[in-house]
């Protein structure tokens, strides 16, 4: 026999291969960075911009931080101070951090493709990377781009820690839970969305009864916060003598009206440590007080105090005694909440079968290895101790300002909770429900419809997992998680009383994802192998056959749609012939959606009705992204500063930036550096752009008198122009605007009227507010009269004119701002400098 020499077998690790998916993200990486990076310090800072600027740049400077609920969390503002502290303060750099998280945005999707497919994941990235509201927040100096960045980076390292059980994605998601926390408050309704999901899926899967229990929890819960007594307030008024005498109503009764659950005077109280910086009061050898605790401050808030019982409540004087636990409901619930709670831990870990074992047990046993519930059991473990541990150490670290205000490990929570309770109630913005529909329909109207599809159907897909009993895996689980991302931020920011364009980001980024994975699933649908003949044909056709009549059918929906555009166009103008436009651009509309659904009807004859909604979706898709990206070029390049865009809504004009920039020339010009001694009133904007100067001074108001010899420029907002007439002698003045704002009253905003009564007297209820109704259709906006009537021509030439050219409709109205500068550089400024007197000049 001869031998066979035995090989040996060497375990090779498979070669990284650099594939075309690789390719598209690093170009996806290169065009975030580019259109992220590119004029980013191209506009003036906006009101807000200026405030987490300047913050930002106090604390650079050495000066501290304090942290304040008003301005959300510390986050930014240290992230800010360190891109200072490297590069340097200025525009570019203040909105630098804005753009870092969004370029990250734009890539997260990279490590969602194992669960979400990897061409749905490409696809987010891609949509992402043309999103009109993503691009414009990821270049915007506000909280809300990091915090979104952090709410996606918790979904991904759950699916991600549920999929792989390592102990790096726990950890991920303790980090990025914690910094969420720490960025801003929006992170309450994101643990709300988040929390819920969790526990329904989980308690499904633990025992559908308890389900049931769930259920009547809610609806006790819902029947006490909506039936149990009010907690009313006395309608009061202040008389001559300061004293307050109750307010009685036509038949000479006194009025009680509800209170909010916590006022805008308590939120004040315990929105943020104060200087003292403690946590207990200090009293003297007498007993009296020293100096206030923060835990007295939070008592009064949530039990009431006899020292705080005048309340400003929507433009009205209430008298009483107000607290949290005051409020007969609050405190129901509250209780209830409690014994539900001990009633779950009793049922789930407790309770023990014949065998020993708890019901929880039980379920984890019954889960497959990679799944949710096992995911969550294995958190009683010295790694979920020590990511617990890690998340509080972030969150005492910023909250506390680094170990400088201890009281900032409880405000941290109870200040900022507290606080945006109270601005529930005060809506700031004063927005109508539908502002954020309006806003998907301006700017994201694939999402408006793909995602809201999208999100319906991953509900559908995680019921049918369930209802199958299929094992939980991260991968099954991810469209329901999502499509409760989606749902929950919907609803909840419709619902929320503050409403702002940047708070659309929360909504847009998780339609964005779910409606990638809604638009991948129909697409896979429909471009399966027929494998069968169509309409006679003597074989199947072929990919290449297919390839050909999908290009063939999408070239004329385009030709359909340019076509389209260009009579919609000539439709919209306004000619003195058509003042309000064309009388036939609703037929015009009707023809363009006939023709298309008889091209998609020809197209599914041939090949069939699953291929032709493919190539509807496919149609539609690259129409509406095509607006979308034309959208997000002239939001964020063209009208930047220019409040014709919804997302821009209030802005600092370019002429700010424009007359800054001038003095800054003039200060180099005259001393060689920022020495140019300038004054400026109590407008917050002035503090970002005089940081610099070295002999600034600020005035509120009034100024003291004439402005000093050495004085050469003088910067006044327009409320405070009447009152320093006569201290400005001397110098030439300039007037231009400070802020303007969209016209939003005529725009989407539905327009009412007071209810009035047979007598001619408007109708009252039972809170004493003025019953309103709609007003007539001619006087309603835009979008209202859209809605009432989608085909009268006039709104649909108004509504097109907005939406192609962004041409409101009606004209802008601002704040004006003057500045003053001694008559030797009026040309500087491009102010005439012979007469001091001249009426204002705009520019």
Request: proline residues 5%.
């Amino acid at each position: 026999m001869v031998a066979t020499p035995q090989r040996k077998v060497v375990a090779v690790s498979p070669r990284r291969v650099f594939t075309v998916e690789h390719l598209a993200y690093v170009a996806l990486a290169a065009l975030s960075v580019f259109v992220h990076m590119w004029a980013l310090d191209g506009r003036a800072l906006h009101h807000d911009e200026t405030i987490h600027a300047f913050y930002s740049w106090t604390l650079y400077n050495g000066q501290g931080y304090l942290h304040d609920p008003l301005t959300h969390g510390p986050f930014l503002y240290y992230w800010t101070a360190l891109q200072y502290m490297l590069f340097g303060d200025s525009e570019f750099t203040a909105r630098l951090g804005a753009a870092l998280f969004g370029i990250a945005l734009t890539l997260l999707p990279w490590l969602m493709r194992s669960d979400l497919g990897k061409g749905t994941a490409l696809l987010t990235a891609t949509y992402l990377l043309i999103s009109p509201v993503a691009l414009y927040v990821g270049r915007f100096i506000r909280h809300d781009i990091f915090a979104v960045t952090w709410e996606l980076l918790c979904l991904i390292a759950i699916l991600r820690y549920v999929a792989t059980r390592r102990v790096r994605w726990l950890y991920t998601f303790a980090a990025a839970f914690a910094l969420m926390y720490v960025t801003i408050e929006t992170s309450y309704l994101f643990t709300l969305t988040l929390g819920t999901f969790i526990i329904l899926v989980t308690l499904w899967q633990v025992n559908r009864r308890l389900l049931i229990a769930l259920g009547l929890y809610a609806l006790l819960a819902v029947g006490m916060l909506k039936f149990l007594p009010a907690h009313n307030g006395l309608v009061v008024t202040q008389g001559a003598d300061g004293q307050y005498v109750p307010t009685l109503d036509a038949q000479g009764q006194q009025q009680w009206l509800p209170l909010p659950l916590v006022t805008e005077q308590q939120a004040l109280v315990v929105r943020h440590q104060g200087m003292d910086d403690l946590l207990f009061s200090k009293t003297g050898p007498n007993g009296e007080m020293i100096a206030e605790g923060y835990f007295s401050k939070l008592n009064k808030t949530l039990f009431g105090s006899d020292t705080l019982t005048i309340h400003k409540v929507n433009n009205q004087t209430l008298q009483g005694e107000n607290g949290v636990f005051l409020h007969a409901n609050i405190t129901g619930v509250t209780v209830l909440s409690v014994i539900f709670l001990a009633l779950m831990i009793w049922l789930i870990w407790l309770r023990r079968n014949a065998e020993r074992q708890s019901m929880w047990q039980r379920a984890v046993q019954r889960a497959g290895p990679r799944t949710l519930l096992p995911a969550l059991n294995s958190l009683w473990s010295i790694h979920g101790a020590l990511a617990l541990g890690l998340a509080f150490v972030i969150y005492a670290l910023f909250f506390t300002s680094f170990g400088t205000h201890p009281a900032g490990v409880v405000s941290g929570i109870t200040g900022s909770l507290l606080y945006w309770v109270a601005q529930h109630d005060v809506q700031r913005g004063g927005q109508p429900q539908h502002y954020y529909m309006v806003q998907l329909l301006v700017y994201e109207p694939l999402l408006l419809t793909v995602g809201i599809g999208s999100m319906l159907a991953g509900f559908g897909h995680l019921a049918v997992q369930i209802k199958r009993g299929a094992a939980l895996t991260a991968r099954r689980m991810a469209p329901g998680l999502l499509g409760w991302w989606a749902g929950g931020s919907v609803a909840l920011y419709t619902w929320a009383g503050e409403k702002m364009p940047w708070i659309t980001l929360h909504i847009v980024v998780p339609l964005t994802f779910i409606a990638a994975w809604g638009a991948m699933v129909v697409l896979r649908w429909a471009f399966r192998p027929v494998g069968r003949r169509l309409f006679g044909a003597q074989a199947a056709p072929t990919p290449r056959q297919e390839r050909r009549l999908l290009l063939a059918y999408l070239g004329a929906f385009v030709l359909v749609a340019l076509f389209g555009l260009i009579q919609l166009t000539r439709a919209f103008v306004v000619s003195p012939e058509a003042p309000t436009g064309s009388a036939s651009t609703p037929w015009l509309v009707f023809s363009l959606l006939l023709i298309w659904l008889a091209l998609t009807a020809a197209y599914g004859m041939w090949h069939g009705p699953r291929r032709a909604i493919g190539g509807l979706l496919i149609a539609v898709g690259l129409l509406w992204g095509a607006y979308s990206f034309r959208s997000a070029w002239r939001l964020n390049y063209q009208n930047g500063d220019i409040p014709v865009e919804m997302m821009v809504y209030v802005q600092s004009s370019p002429d700010v930036r424009r007359v800054m920039l001038d003095l800054s020339a003039i200060s180099v010009a005259e001393t060689g550096r920022m020495e140019l001694p300038i004054m400026y009133d109590n407008e917050q904007i002035w503090k970002w752009y005089v940081r610099n100067y070295t002999f600034k001074s600020e005035f509120s108001g009034a100024m003291a008198g004439p402005a000093a010899e050495n004085i050469q420029a003088i910067l006044m907002i327009d409320s405070n122009w009447n009152a320093n007439t006569g201290n400005v002698q001397g110098f030439v003045e300039g007037r231009f605007p400070l802020r303007w704002w969209f016209p939003e009253q005529e725009f989407y905003r539905f327009a009412t009227m007071a209810k009035i009564d047979a007598n001619g007297v408007p109708l009252k209820d039972r809170d004493g507010q003025t019953v309103m109704e709609p007003a007539p259709f001619e006087q309603d906006s835009t979008i209202g009269r859209f809605i009432r009537r989608p085909y009268d021509a006039k709104t649909l030439n108004e509504l097109g004119r907005y939406l192609l050219f962004r041409q409101p409709p009606a004209q802008l109205s601002s704040v004006d701002f003057k500045v003053y500068v001694r008559p030797r550089y009026a040309y500087m400024l491009g102010l005439p400098a012979n007469n001091t007197q001249n009426p204002a000049q705009v520019r």
